[in-house]
Nanobody, 119 residues
Framework: VQLQASGGGLVHPGGSLRLSCVASASDFSLNSMGWYRQAPGKERELVARISRAGTIDYSDAVKGRFTVSRNSAKRMVFLQMDALKAEDTAIYYC??????????????WGQGTLVTVSS
């Protein structure tokens, strides 16, 4: 599965950005899609994910400010980021998960898109 992310950039604190990601595989084969981020000197962390059934998880750091959504027909996942803070600065990675019939997990990653929040 190939993932292509877009939408990063430079934004002032309090501003908004929308990230998009399109998958090469059928949405039916993907159990969940979402976003992770990695800030300089830190480990990659979950930002938000949405399952094929529509179950959504957010990290505490972004809850109430970010919104994840999915368009299954277009094999796309989005991340609407509002009220951005300097600490949201990171490379954001699109992620997709497939669980095989024998319950093995496969993670797929996009190339990453840089989000910089600065005045």
């Amino acid at each position: 599965v190939q993932l292509q992310a877009s939408g990063g950039g430079l934004v002032h604190p309090g501003g908004s950005l929308r990230l998009s990601c399109v998958a090469s595989a059928s949405d039916f084969s993907l159990n969940s899609m979402g976003w992770y981020r990695q800030a300089p000197g830190k480990e990659r962390e979950l930002v938000a994910r949405i399952s094929r059934a529509g179950t959504i998880d957010y990290s505490d750091a972004v809850k109430g400010r970010f919104t994840v959504s999915r368009n299954s027909a277009k094999r796309m996942v989005f991340l609407q980021m509002d009220a951005l803070k300097a600490e949201d600065t990171a490379i954001y990675y699109c992620n997709a998960v497939r669980i095989s019939s024998n319950y093995k997990r496969y993670d797929f990653w996009g190339q990453g898109t840089l989000v910089t929040v600065s005045s």
